[in-house]
């Protein structure tokens, strides 16, 4: 059984910083890219990055790339996703996802329950 468990969303000022965690459980590690998604009130949900285990390969969206940093570490089974230069556009809620190398959600078979990002302006 896998499971995700996000954790490290709040309320932020436009242009601060927040650091999410997900902590995963289950056979999952080496074998699942993990990603990082993102779904606002009224929008469909969208792909923010992934990083693959069995390497450093990252894999941006567009409107993160230069401000958000995705890394993992091993040997506590958690990726995190470092979000700097944070924008009003990026307030949601993030959930972390394990799948394959995609930037679709369809790809990506087990969810984590999500944690809410605010954005002050």
């Known amino acids: 059984q896998v499971q995700l468990v996000e954790s490290g969303g709040g309320l932020v000022q436009a242009g601060g910083s927040l650091r999410l965690s997900c902590a995963a459980s289950?056979?999952?590690?080496?074998?699942?890219?993990m990603g990082w998604f993102r779904q606002a009130p009224g929008k469909e949900r969208e792909f923010v990055g992934a990083i693959k285990w069995s390497g450093t390969s990252t894999l941006y969206a567009d409107s993160v790339k230069g401000r958000f940093t995705i890394s993992r570490y091993n040997a506590k089974n958690t990726v995190y996703l470092q979000m700097n230069s944070l924008k009003p556009e990026d307030a949601a809620v993030y959930y972390c996802?394990?799948?394959?190398?995609?930037?679709?959600?369809?790809?990506?078979?087990?969810w984590g329950q999500g944690t809410q990002v605010t954005v002050s302006s």
């Open positions: 289950g056979r999952i590690f080496g074998t699942y890219v």
């Open positions: 996802a394990a799948g394959g190398w995609s930037t679709s959600s369809s790809d990506y078979n087990y």
